[in-house]
C-alpha cells in the first residue's frame, strides 16, 4: 500500500472490517535476480506499508468503501508510518491496539523485472495480537455497523474470537488462505467467502488438480459461497455455490475438462479484464 488521499467516504454505507498483521516493506527492483555472492544495483527501491490486511483495506478504501482494521501496532517508527500511510488512504486506525515495548514486522522484499517475481524475507515483530487483548466492548464496538470481516490466520487466536462473534451477528467472513496455519481450518468453517493462493486448494484437500480442489472446498465447506484460486498472471479461477435447485434433466460436467476447456476459450492477449464464465 501507498499513501492515497480520497473524498470522504459516507458514512452510511457498510464496512469492511480487517483483522490481521501490519508489515513494513522494503523493496528493491533489479533486472535480474543475483546469484549466490554477487552484488548488483538496484533500479529502484521504495519503503511502504504492506501485508495482506493492510493492502487489502487499502484497496478496499480505494473503491470508496468505509473500512477499519484491527490490528497491534508497535509503537516504533516503522508501526507510526504504517498507521499514518492507512489513514491517509482512508483506512480507520482508531481500533489499532498500541504496543509501547513491541518491534514491527518488516519484510525485504527483491522484484524481479526479468521474470516479473518478488521474492519476500519476513522478519516477524511482536508482540502478536491475542485473544486476552479482544475485550467484550472492543468487540462490540469494532463490529458496530461491519458487513463483511477479512481474516487470514496470522493471528488466528484473536481472529478466530473475533471471527466467531461475527458469525453471531450475521456478518459475513472472508478469509485469504495462503498457506496451511495451525488452526486455520476453525476459520475456514466459518467463512462465507475464500480467496485462495495458487497451490493453497491442493495442498488443504490434497485433490489430483486445482479444479477439483475448489470443487473438494465447496463440499467440505458447505458454508462457502464461493472460492477463487489466484494465478499471478494469469488472473483467477472462481468456483461458485450454484444457489438454485438443479433439475434431474442437467448433465453431469468434469470440472477438468470445463476448467480446460475455459482455458481454451479465454483471450490472454486482451490488455483489458476478460471474465470467461462456463455459465453452468
Not at 211 to 218: G, K, R, T, V
Request: aromatic fraction near 6%.
Amino acid at each position: 500500500m501507498s499513501s492515497f488521499s480520497d473524498e470522504t467516504i459516507p458514512s452510511h454505507q457498510p464496512i469492511v472490517l480487517g483483522c490481521g498483521q501490519l508489515c513494513l516493506d522494503y523493496l528493491v527492483t533489479v533486472s535480474s535476480f543475483p546469484n549466490p555472492d554477487q552484488k548488483i544495483r538496484c533500479t529502484s527501491s521504495k519503503v511502504q506499508g504492506g501485508g495482506n490486511t493492510g493492502n487489502s483495506l487499502t484497496c478496499v478504501a480505494r473503491l470508496g468503501f468505509p473500512c477499519r482494521i484491527l490490528a497491534k501496532v508497535a509503537d516504533d517508527s516503522q508501526g507510526r508510518y504504517m498507521v499514518e500511510e492507512l489513514e491517509s488512504s482512508g483506512v480507520d486506525t482508531s481500533f489499532c491496539l498500541n504496543a509501547k515495548d513491541g518491534a514491527s514486522h518488516f519484510n525485504y522484499v527483491i522484484v524481479d523485472n526479468q521474470t516479473n517475481t518478488r521474492t519476500c524475507i519476513y522478519t516477524p515483530g511482536y508482540p502478536p495480537l491475542l485473544p486476552d487483548d479482544l475485550t467484550e466492548s472492543l468487540l462490540l464496538s469494532v463490529l458496530d455497523g461491519v458487513r463483511v470481516l477479512y481474516v487470514n490466520g496470522r493471528s488466528r487466536e484473536a481472529e478466530l474470537l473475533l471471527a466467531q462473534k461475527a458469525h453471531s451477528k450475521n456478518i459475513s467472513i472472508l478469509i485469504n488462505a495462503e498457506k496451511r496455519r495451525a488452526g486455520l481450518d476453525e476459520l475456514l468453517s466459518l467463512a462465507d467467502y475464500a480467496i485462495c493462493s495458487t497451490n493453497f486448494p491442493q495442498d488443504w484437500t490434497e485433490s489430483p488438480s486445482s479444479p477439483s480442489a475448489l470443487l473438494s472446498m465447496l463440499i467440505r465447506l458447505p458454508k462457502l459461497k464461493f472460492v477463487i484460486m489466484t494465478l499471478g498472471e494469469h488472473g483467477c479461477v472462481m468456483l461458485e455455490r450454484c444457489s438454485d435447485e438443479v433439475s434431474g434433466s442437467e448433465e453431469e460436467t468434469d470440472i477438468d475438462e470445463l476448467h480446460e476447456s475455459l482455458k481454451q476459450n479465454t483471450d490472454y492477449t486482451s490488455l483489458l479484464p476478460v471474465c470467461n464464465s462456463s455459465g453452468d
